[in-house]
């Protein structure tokens, strides 16, 4: 008995998980783990927003121990979400409280970054993760629109720290809640980074797992100053087959390369057609661009979603898709790209400091 509960341990630490792309003994996911023969109970820590995910999880850890020779092991595990602050640019220092701000970036405007914030934000914070969203994006601030928060302002009850708004369970900023887009597009870039960099550092975030900042488009001198200011743990590109083909998203990656932000991988928007008639699917810039582009740059393709007019009317409705239409094909694509970009964080390296002195070594 003993040695068969030994055996099936050992099938559940070769378990690979989908987002994770590691196996359960890789991500040191098992500590709480009880296995007898033939049950798997207790609890696996995973680096991902788990709430929603534990019926999925089961299921396919049951599959693999029934390939594995173990087909009427019961599972019964419970998944706890461990999520840690992972390490950002040198010399900057993460902010405090917030363990891991991603940056969601488009190499140009309208391609639907600002829906893939959102939708992302709201994803993780369905999985039961604390999460912000910044909106940096000075010349079109969208946020508060699609999170229903039109009209409204911030608080600064001690006159130096802003109090984010709330919306569908979210943490929300954004320049247009301060300033009129007709009034910012006229200010030179260093007020544009200096007035972005004091909204994300004087704002009273508390305790986030993640903070979402959607970035303004491009990859000029803003972009750039912010990639390097910000104290980001990685990045999100987002891009159509159109912006493929113009090599604007290349340049998105460049430009994190060049201040030495992870990017985590490229999120392929409108890739697919929907039909609003009939639900049928179609390629119509033809497939594969994306997995193409992810191949040739060795970053990971986080999702393909589809071009959809309800995820346009959900979000210009003040509650996008992950909240207005959960568990419909559309909500499950965001879904799945948000576990898939946790994932891609969790794999990375810890930030360390502050675990350890700082060692200084003196010539004398
Ligand atoms: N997958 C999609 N299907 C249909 N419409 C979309 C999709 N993604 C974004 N949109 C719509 O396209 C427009 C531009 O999207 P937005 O997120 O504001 O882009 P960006 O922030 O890159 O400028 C918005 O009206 C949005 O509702
Ligand atoms: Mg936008």
Known sequence: MADAAHKIRT??????DPYLQQTLAEAAALADLKVS???????????IPVAGYVEQFRSALASHLARAGFPDCAVRCDLRATIVAHSVQRPLK??????NIVAVASGKGGVGKSTVAANLALAWAAGGARVGILDADIYGPSQPLMLGLEGQRPTAPDGKHLVPLEAHGLKAMSIGFLVDAGQAVVWRGPMVTQALTQLLGDTAWGELDYLVVDMPPGTGDIQLTLAQRVPVSGAVIVTTPQDLALADARKGLAMFEKVAVPVLGIVENMSLHVCSNCGHVEHIFGA???????????VQLLGSLPLDGHIRAEADGGAPTVVSAPGTPRATAYVEMARHTAGALARRGRDRR???????????
Do not use: D, K
């Open 11 to 16: 099938v559940v630490e070769q378990y690979t």
């Open 37 to 47: 023969a033939c049950e798997v109970a207790g609890t696996i820590e995973l680096g």
């Open 94 to 99: 993460p902010l405090p409280g917030v363990s």
């Open 288 to 298: 594969g661009g994306g997995a193409r582009m992810a191949a040739e740059y060795g």
């Open 354 to 364: 502050g675990q350890f002195p700082q060692i200084v070594v003196e010539e004398s």
